[in-house]
């Protein structure tokens, strides 16, 4: 009995090393003069993101300037990742509002549940990636660094329309 | 001084050292070339970067001046880089074997003729370091010395993947060694002296040797490539298997020394290429270069041509490095000792004919007839090689045909190893 070693039987085209080593060597020189290149100059030229793409935070304001958030707790609720820290607090006319918001973006996964889940479309998740800090502390994110984002924020996944069409 | 004097004129006999303009041209000549082949390999880095980027359909290196200034910032990178020692490493070793790695790269340039003489108002001057009467012999020793900075990089260490890819290295060069010496000696015969000068000169007044030797050349080419550690004979620095090979523990200016000295090889045997197959400084179809007087202007053009054929070898370099993928070990073996040798061999044995026949039948050295009938030969050999023999099996890639009675070999090999491990045939 003997091991079933399959030995194909090839064309010279198919095993010349020389032919083989020529025909790469002048699909490499066609490549050396080509002056289309796929590389992206980055911080000049950027990469267009999915309009869905999921970012770090935003809370976005009233026209008054103030946060919209009611602090209804539903976002720390249903974080699986446990970032978002609020303290609830109410003024004289019982509106409540957040007297402590933070996320801690280091913590987040970026699921998206609590723009999904805020009822006054508060919290977003933005659609911007150049995050960098100096320290770690710089990625926990108080309500004021988040209402002071600009980005664009993420639309999310719709089920009637899941092409976004 | 006088000891410098007795230096230089055991370096070079005949010549009047004995003389200021000698001594200072010396001089210069040294600074001169050290300096270009230093910048000219800091630049070739940059080279192969841009080389691989644009074959790969990217920019490369463009940041730093235009990326002209990378190698710039990659030296001064590499000097404030932190030096690190391996805890067990033998120290002594350790520091050494980057110097015994360069060392050999630059000194082998000496004795490379880059240019025609000049005949300045205070006599000719070579244009090569030292004019070696043993020139070509030199260059062989030189060369075989590259091997131990590689060995003791990989022992001192003290780590199992430098070790292994010091051993590789030196298995492989000693290998390719032997094929690439015996290539050279076709050339040796036709030229009739091992001194660089005269074999330039014998190419310039008859035919470049490639059109006579054009398998020693690729046997040459093939050899120097795995001499220098380049692709596809970079098993010493396996990134898959090795880590990096010998210099997995280097770092900082050690490491850069290894790197310089591996463009430095890669410039010598593309200069050794050029001198030995392609007419060194001499400008093809013209005969005026290489008889006197000899003027600035002809020093210059030939340096520029010589110049552009060691760059065109380098670039060769650069594009099969990045066109092949890497030989497997066991092919790299075949490849030197059962087919590179032999072939080096056997095409020594039918140039030697071929001489001693066309002398025989009276054609004079350099005549028409003579080189007719080596170019025949050479016409022949390279049909044979390349288009008779090559089925495949010159080099044999993992894809190529298995020759039946191995595989018969092999499973009678196995076959009583396997025996206790098969079911019994009554279950």
């Not at chain 2, 000194?107 to 000049?118: D, E, G, H, K």
């Given at each position: 009995?003997?091991?079933?070693?399959?030995?194909?039987?090839?064309?010279?085209?198919?095993?010349?090393?020389?032919?083989?080593?020529?025909?790469?060597?002048?699909?490499?020189l066609?490549?050396l003069?080509?002056?289309?290149?796929?590389?992206t100059?980055?911080?000049?030229?950027?990469?267009?993101?999915?309009?869905?793409?999921?970012g770090?935070?935003?809370?976005?304001?009233t026209?008054?300037g103030?946060?919209?958030?009611?602090?209804?707790?539903?976002?720390?609720?249903v974080?699986p990742?446990?970032?978002?820290?609020?303290?609830?607090?109410?003024?004289?006319?019982?509106?409540?509002?957040?007297?402590?918001?933070?996320?801690?973006e280091?913590?987040?996964?970026?699921?998206?549940y609590?723009?999904?889940?805020?009822?006054?479309?508060?919290?977003?998740?933005g659609?911007?990636?150049?995050?960098?800090?100096?320290?770690?502390?710089?990625?926990?994110?108080?309500?004021?660094?988040?209402?002071?984002?600009?980005?664009?924020?993420?639309?999310?996944?719709?089920?009637?329309?899941?092409?976004?069409e | 001084?006088?000891?410098?004097?007795?230096?230089?004129?055991?370096?070079?006999?005949?010549?009047?050292?004995?003389?200021?303009?000698y001594?200072?041209?010396?001089?210069?000549?040294?600074?001169?070339?050290?300096?270009?082949?230093?910048?000219?390999?800091?630049?070739?880095?940059?080279?192969?970067?841009?080389?691989?980027?644009?074959?790969?359909?990217?920019?490369?290196p463009?940041?730093?001046?235009?990326?002209?200034?990378?190698?710039?910032?990659?030296g001064v990178?590499?000097f404030?880089?932190?030096?690190?020692?391996?805890?067990a490493a033998?120290?002594?070793?350790?520091?050494?074997?980057?110097?015994?790695?360069?060392?050999?790269?630059l000194?082998?340039?000496?004795?490379?003729?880059?240019?025609?003489?000049?005949d300045?108002?205070?006599?000719?001057?070579?244009?090569?370091?030292?004019?070696?009467p043993?020139?070509?012999?030199?260059?062989?020793?030189i060369?075989?010395?590259?091997?131990?900075?590689?060995?003791?990089?990989?022992w001192?260490?003290?780590?199992?993947y430098?070790l292994?890819?010091?051993l590789?290295?030196?298995?492989?060069?000693?290998?390719?060694?032997?094929?690439?010496?015996?290539?050279?000696?076709?050339?040796?015969?036709?030229s009739?002296?091992?001194?660089?000068?005269?074999?330039?000169?014998?190419?310039?007044f008859?035919?470049?040797?490639?059109?006579?030797?054009?398998?020693a050349?690729?046997?040459?080419?093939?050899?120097?490539?795995?001499?220098t550690?380049?692709?596809p004979?970079?098993?010493?620095?396996?990134?898959?298997?090795?880590?990096?090979?010998?210099?997995?523990?280097?770092?900082?200016?050690?490491?850069?020394?290894?790197?310089i000295a591996?463009?430095?090889?890669?410039?010598?045997?593309?200069?050794?290429?050029?001198?030995?197959?392609?007419?060194?400084?001499?400008?093809?179809?013209?005969?005026w270069?290489?008889?006197?007087p000899?003027?600035?202007?002809?020093?210059?053009l030939?340096?520029?041509?010589f110049?552009?054929?060691?760059?065109?070898?380098?670039?060769l370099?650069?594009?099969?490095?990045?066109?092949l993928?890497?030989?497997?070990?066991?092919?790299?073996?075949?490849?030197?000792?059962?087919?590179?040798?032999?072939?080096?061999?056997?095409?020594?044995?039918?140039?030697?004919?071929?001489?001693?026949?066309?002398?025989a039948?009276g054609f004079?050295?350099?005549?028409?007839?003579?080189?007719?009938?080596?170019?025949?030969?050479?016409?022949?050999?390279?049909?044979?090689?390349?288009?008779?023999?090559d089925?495949?099996?010159?080099?044999s890639?993992?894809?190529s045909?298995?020759?039946?009675?191995?595989?018969?070999?092999?499973?009678a090999?196995s076959?009583?190893?396997?025996?206790?491990?098969l079911?019994?045939?009554?279950?």
């Open positions: 009995m003997s091991i079933g070693v399959k030995v194909v039987e090839r064309p010279i085209e198919q095993t010349s090393y020389i032919r083989a080593t020529l025909t790469g060597m002048a699909h490499t066609k490549h003069f080509n002056p289309e290149k796929v590389t100059q980055y911080p000049e030229q950027k990469e267009s993101i999915s309009k869905r793409w999921r770090t935070h935003r809370m976005l304001t026209e008054d103030k946060a919209k958030c009611v602090g209804c707790g539903l976002c720390p609720t974080c990742a446990n970032c978002i820290k609020l303290v609830p607090g109410e003024d004289e006319q019982g509106n409540r509002y957040p007297l402590v918001f933070e996320i801690d280091f913590r987040c996964i970026f699921c998206g609590c723009q999904e889940v805020c009822p006054e479309e508060a919290i977003h998740v659609r911007h990636y150049e995050n960098a800090e100096y320290s770690r502390e710089g990625f926990v994110y108080d309500l004021e660094r988040l209402m002071a984002q600009t980005h664009p924020v993420c639309e999310m996944w719709d089920p009637a329309d899941p092409k976004g | 001084m006088t000891t410098i004097h007795a230096l230089l004129q055991a370096a070079t006999p005949g010549s009047t050292p004995h003389t200021l303009p001594f200072v041209f010396t001089l210069v000549k040294l600074l001169l070339v050290f300096t270009v082949y230093m910048v000219g390999v800091a630049l070739l880095t940059l080279a192969e970067r841009k080389i691989s980027a644009w074959i790969q359909d990217r920019h490369g463009n940041r730093v001046g235009k990326g002209w200034l990378q190698p710039a910032a990659d990178k590499n404030v880089k932190e030096e690190t020692y391996p805890a033998n120290i002594p070793l350790f520091v050494l074997a980057p110097a015994l790695a360069f060392i050999p790269a000194v082998t340039w000496a004795v490379i003729p880059f240019a025609a003489p000049w300045s108002p205070w006599g000719r001057i070579d244009m090569m370091l030292a004019p070696l043993v020139g070509f012999l030199f260059i062989l020793a060369s075989s010395l590259g091997v131990y900075g590689i060995v003791l990089a990989g001192s260490s003290n780590n199992k430098a292994l890819g010091g590789r290295s030196s298995a492989q060069m000693i290998s390719y060694e032997i094929a690439m010496g015996m290539s050279t000696i076709p050339v040796l015969l036709l009739g002296n091992v001194t660089l000068n005269r074999i330039v000169n014998q190419q310039a008859e035919t470049w040797n490639v059109l006579n030797l054009t398998i050349f690729f046997i040459f080419l093939v050899a120097a490539f795995a001499e550690n380049r692709l004979f970079d098993l010493p620095e396996a990134e898959s298997e090795l880590i990096a090979g010998y210099h997995s523990e280097y770092s900082a200016m050690k490491f850069s020394l290894f790197f591996e463009y430095a090889n890669m410039v010598t045997a593309s200069a050794l290429m050029s001198t030995l197959f392609f007419g060194g400084w001499d400008i093809p179809f013209t005969l270069d290489n008889v006197a000899f003027t600035f202007l002809k020093t210059f030939t340096l520029g041509c110049v552009t054929k060691v760059l065109f070898f380098v670039f370099y650069m594009w099969i490095r990045w066109t993928p890497r030989f497997r070990y066991d092919q790299l073996m075949s490849l030197g000792w059962k087919l590179l040798l032999p072939l080096a061999l056997g095409y020594i044995v039918a140039v030697a004919t071929t001489i001693v026949t066309l002398d039948l004079a050295r350099g005549s028409v007839p003579f080189h007719l009938g080596l170019i025949l030969l050479n016409v022949a050999a390279v049909v044979i090689l390349f288009v008779i023999l089925r495949g099996k010159l080099i890639p993992a894809y045909r298995l020759n039946q009675r191995d595989v018969a070999k092999l499973r090999v076959a009583p190893r396997r025996a206790p491990l079911p019994e045939s009554g279950d």
